[in-house]
C-alpha cells in the first residue's frame, strides 16, 4: 500500500473531492522518510539564492526507498507535495530528488538540464542499477 488512510478521509474521499492539507498530512503520516526528505531538500533551497537543492544520499534500506519511489511516483502526490511547499520537483533514480523555487533566476533553465536524457545518463552508476 501507498498510504495509510484513516477511515474519515477514506470516507471524505468516497463523498467527494479532499482537501491538499489533509491529503498532505496523510502523505506526511504514511511516508515520513520521504517526507523528510522532500522536507530537507526544500530547506536547503530556501537557504540558498540559487533556487535549487537536491538529494544525493542513497536511503537508509529499501522501505524509505520504497517511501521515496511512491511519493514521487504518484502524481496526486507529487502534486500535492509541489503546491504545500511552492516548488517544482524533479526525480532521477532511486533517491536522487531536486527542488527548484518557480520563478528564481534560471530555475527553468536548471530544471531543464536536470530532467534532461543526459542528466539521467551522466547520474547513472553501478551501485544505483538495482535502485
Known sequence: MSLTVDDRLLEQ???????????????????????QVVSEV??????????????????????????????????????????????????QNCHRLAAFEPGAAGSAERYATFTSPRAQLLNQSPELVDC
Open 13 to 35: 474521499a468516497r463523498r467527494g473531492e479532499v482537501d491538499d492539507a489533509a491529503f498532505v498530512a496523510c502523505v506526511r503520516e504514511s511516508l515520513p522518510y520521504a517526507w
Open 42 to 91: 526544500v530547506a536547503r533551497m530556501r537557504a540558498t539564492d540559487t533556487g535549487f537543492a537536491d538529494n544525493q544520499t542513497p536511503p537508509p534500506d529499501e522501505a524509505a526507498r520504497g517511501q521515496l519511489l511512491r511519493a514521487l511516483a504518484s502524481d496526486a502526490m507529487r502534486g500535492a507535495l509541489e503546491r504545500h511547499f511552492g516548488v517544482r520537483l524533479a526525480f
